[in-house]
């Protein structure tokens, strides 16, 4: 019997130890969790306030809007990488040898998704070449829409119909670009069919009248109103009148109702096809 108290006291004295250096272990591996969670969280707030701080001074300077969004993504990158290395330190992890990881990890990546690289690289042109700034109306990548950020790898435009739309940086850099907002206004492209009883020139005089009424028309260069082709219901006008780019719905619709409103104002007959058919005697 006193062989086994002796086993077992010689058991505990053995394991004591083990458990005080494990116990030791998980409180000190416990408080750096918990420091690494306070130090990201208090890095966040930092680097978010940083963020607040350059955003409003570079807008205080009247700063570029698009330079601003490209420049706010990539030192907002660059702080959480920074943040990211300064808590693996923490830990006792050999920084040199994360950044020589991260960089192989990186070769690794880049190979695998070369895209993110032609995306990056295009990103870059469209902030230097400038085809379209933040707040224009474009048809980019096949979008149509007003650009709302071009960040490093994506350009966020918001369509039409309000759907946010993220379109690829290459997509748009390698196909064509419109900018509807670059020049100081656009043409309306309209028709008006006439039939075949209605003297064109009447209609174009009345019509030319009816366009100086309608608000954010430009007077030059003046509105086009001529005889665009002739049809089995009559003569067509082409109906172009211009204006900024921001009224060309405005400007669209009420062209439409203008012509509706003098057409029938100056009652003419609604236009209708007339075909002439030719019997053939036996």
């Known amino acids: 019997m006193q062989s086994f108290f002796s086993n077992i006291k010689f058991v505990m004295e053995t394991i004591q130890p083990i458990l005080e250096n494990a116990g030791n272990l998980i409180v000190g591996a416990g408080l750096k969790i918990i420091s690494a969670i306070i130090l990201w969280l208090v890095g966040k707030q930092l680097i978010n306030f940083a963020m607040r701080l350059l955003v409003s001074n570079l807008k205080r300077t009247q700063f570029d809007p698009t330079l601003l969004v490209y420049i706010k993504s990539t030192v907002s990158v660059l702080l959480n990488i920074v943040l990211v290395v300064a808590i693996l330190g923490f830990f006792g992890i050999e920084t040199t040898s994360f950044a020589a990881l991260l960089a192989a990890a990186g070769v690794a990546i880049g190979a695998a ?56 940086n290459n997509t748009i850099f390698s196909d064509t670009i419109q900018n509807f907002s670059s020049n100081p206004y656009r043409r309306v492209d309209l028709v008006a069919q006439l039939n075949h009883g209605v003297e064109p020139q009447d209609a174009i005089a009345r019509l030319r009248e009816r366009l100086a009424q309608i608000p954010n028309i430009i007077t030059e260069p003046a509105p086009d109103l001529e005889i665009l082709e002739f049809n089995l219901a009559g003569p067509v006008l082409a ?40 019997q053939v005697a036996n």
């Open 113 to 168: 998704w070369s895209g993110l690289l032609a995306h990056f690289a295009a990103g870059a042109f469209l902030v230097i070449f400038r085809p379209f700034s933040v707040g224009d109306f474009v048809t980019a990548g096949g979008v149509t829409g007003t650009v709302e950020e071009i960040g490093l790898f994506v350009t966020t435009i918001n369509t039409l119909d309000n759907v946010r739309t993220i379109v690829a």
């Open 239 to 278: 109906v172009r009148p211009y204006c900024n780019n921001d009224h060309y719905w405005q400007v669209y619709f009420d062209t439409n109702r203008a012509i509706r409103e003098t057409f029938g104002a100056a009652n003419y007959p609604a236009p209708s096809e007339h075909l002439v058919l030719h």
